[in-house]
């Protein structure tokens, strides 16, 4: 197979994309992750103090912290001055400890009430299997895990899916219960400050203040406070705590980019969008000591330099707005481009149906000729074989349509990478259920190893293509057909080709989709009305 042919290779599209391609990374991006534990926040909850604090160094074994201005550092849990220094005077802060950190697989089965995950938990104890509890205050209920196996190589996927699928026959567990890596630190921490002055200790998490409220964090610039802390692998985390709209400042321009999609109006929906997802999010990593990730995980988050005028307006003029279904905050879920029909939130994640992430056709949307016909149903997503489809359905979507190709090698080596284990030769790829907007339900891959089954987004992990580097790279979406490519004179199957589209899980607003409303004419609210079926945008602060 030629080089050329081992890299994703993008259909074009007309106008803009052409204009585009040559600024342009990977477009507009949305948040990865699953929609949030626990129960939605009430918009009349009045908890909210005004900030928002987030993970811009989630793990690290040393943390630089420093300013322009003068600044002054605290140790927070005796609540004393540690160091003050003057502008350029960075702190490097490390581990002095001699704590213990262990990190093992657990399985969430649950984050629920107290009263049902204490019941849950003895039910499995008494069948002798381990559990941990984990409250998390933010989402109003507490995880759940069963069971402990060490991580690679001590076990492997098959022994974790065979104890899984004991605890579902044992009512323990739900088919969507997933595994996650668990650290539990025990111990006595200090921290270590060091600085061109000298070195100091503090026995709590220390937090570094300016007189302008601009602080940098590893070299990087933020506005508010920084902070170091230990998080739950036992490693430290930088965080930046500051208000909330000046978060969403260095929000806008990673997620869609104002100087490449310079519609006010599409800006606005993806403030609103932003602003609505944070506020969902308070609290939802508290246990590493942050609410929310500066990555895809969650959102973007670039801090002061990313900050745009154009974005910073469409934050201001949209100040304190939320998206609301019931009185309650929604899941604001956004993704880059949905390749024509956005998705139902079951279809992609293992979570109930909830009525405003509902599945709509994104038609007419800038100059575009539609074929979403050909996505509504099982049978028809077949047609995304049509190179000529995406040709011209969308100006600026540059994920729009898509293809790639896998050697037999890679094949196998991505495959086995999923399966924990070789598993030889790739035989088939099948996908052996669909959602109405036609992306992928349940796929199979068989091997000389046995057949391995995943499901819904999951799919895009385990199906990863090797990006120009040569490193295995998540798939752009679930939306996508797939095709052994046989060779005509032996009938051996020697790679595989998929034809997709979008990029993203496809659930709620479609931010390309968005610039094209705008592009025609439409008001933010419309935009975020037609993306999020029967919400309010009411104003929550």
């Known amino acids: 197979m030629s080089a050329i042919r081992n890299k994703l290779r993008i259909l074009p599209a007309l106008v803009l994309a052409a204009a585009l391609a040559a600024c342009a990374d990977d477009g507009p991006l949305g948040p990865s992750a699953a929609p949030l534990e626990g129960n939605a926040r009430d918009v009349s909850a009045t908890a909210f103090n005004g900030s928002i604090r987030i993970g811009v160094v989630p793990a690290a074994a040393s943390v630089t912290l420093g300013s322009a201005a003068d600044w002054t550092l605290t140790d927070l849990t005796a609540n004393t001055t540690l160091l003050s220094g003057t502008g350029g005077v960075q702190a490097t802060v490390t581990l002095e400890t001699g704590s213990v950190s262990t990190s093992v697989y657990r399985l969430q089965v649950m984050c629920g009430s107290t009263s049902a995950v204490e019941s849950r938990a003895a039910a499995a104890q008494a069948l002798g299997h381990p559990t941990m509890l984990e409250p998390v205050p933010a989402a109003g209920c507490t995880r759940l895990y069963i069971g402990e196996f060490a991580p690679p190589p001590a076990s492997n996927f098959a022994a974790r899916t065979a104890y899984k699928n004991q605890l579902v026959a044992q009512n323990l567990a ?6 996650k890596v668990v650290t539990v630190t025990t111990g ?51 965080i930046n705590q500051l208000p909330l709209e000046q978060y969403l400042y260095g929000v806008l321009p990673y997620e869609l980019s104002p100087a490449l999609w310079p519609e006010l109006e599409a800006q606005k929906a993806q403030a609103v969008a932003a602003r609505t997802y944070a506020l969902s999010g308070l609290g939802k990593r508290s246990s590493d000591g942050y609410d929310l990730l500066a990555t895809t995980a969650d959102q973007v988050y670039g801090g002061v330099a990313g900050e745009h005028p154009l974005s910073n307006q469409a934050v201001d003029e949209t100040a304190g707005i939320v998206a609301a279904y019931g009185g309650k905050l929604i899941q604001a879920l956004f993704h880059s481009t949905s390749g024509g029909w956005t998705a139902n939130n ?18 007419e949307r800038g100059n575009a000729q539609t074929v979403l016909d050909s996505l509504r149903n099982p049978v028809n997503p077949f047609r995304l074989r049509g190179k000529r489809n995406g040709d011209y359905e969308a100006d600026w979507a540059r994920y729009h349509r898509w293809t790639f190709e896998w050697s037999a090698a890679e094949i196998s080596r991505v495959i086995s990478d999923y399966a924990g284990q070789p598993v030889g030769r790739v035989l088939a790829i099948n996908v052996t259920e669909r959602s109405n907007s036609g992306r992928v339900l349940r796929i199979e891959y068989v091997t000389d190893a046995g057949t391995f089954v995943d499901t819904k987004d999951h799919v895009r992990g385990s199906l990863r293509y090797i990006n120009a580097s040569g490193a295995p790279t998540n798939l752009l979406s679930t939306l996508f057909v797939i095709d052994p490519v046989i060779n005509r004179k032996t009938g051996e199957v020697t790679g595989f080709e998929a034809y997709g589209g979008g990029f993203g899980h496809g659930v709620g607003l479609s931010q390309t989709g968005a610039v094209g409303m705008a592009a025609k004419g439409d008001g933010y609210e419309a935009i975020l009305h037609h993306y999020y079926q029967g919400i309010d945008l009411v104003r929550w602060y």
């Open 346 to 363: 079951e279809d992609v994640y293992n979570s109930a149906a909830l009525p405003y992430l509902r599945g709509v056709i994104d038609h």
């Open 188 to 238: 006595v921490t200090r921290y270590r400050v060091q600085t061109s002055a000298g070195t100091v200790t503090s026995t709590g998490p220390v937090r570094l203040t300016s007189s302008d409220e601009r602080v940098t964090i590893n070299g990087a610039a933020y506005r508010g406070t920084a902070e170091v802390r230990l998080n739950s692998a036992g490693t430290l985390a930088g």
């Open 174 to 179: 739900a088919a969507d219960a997933f595994w």
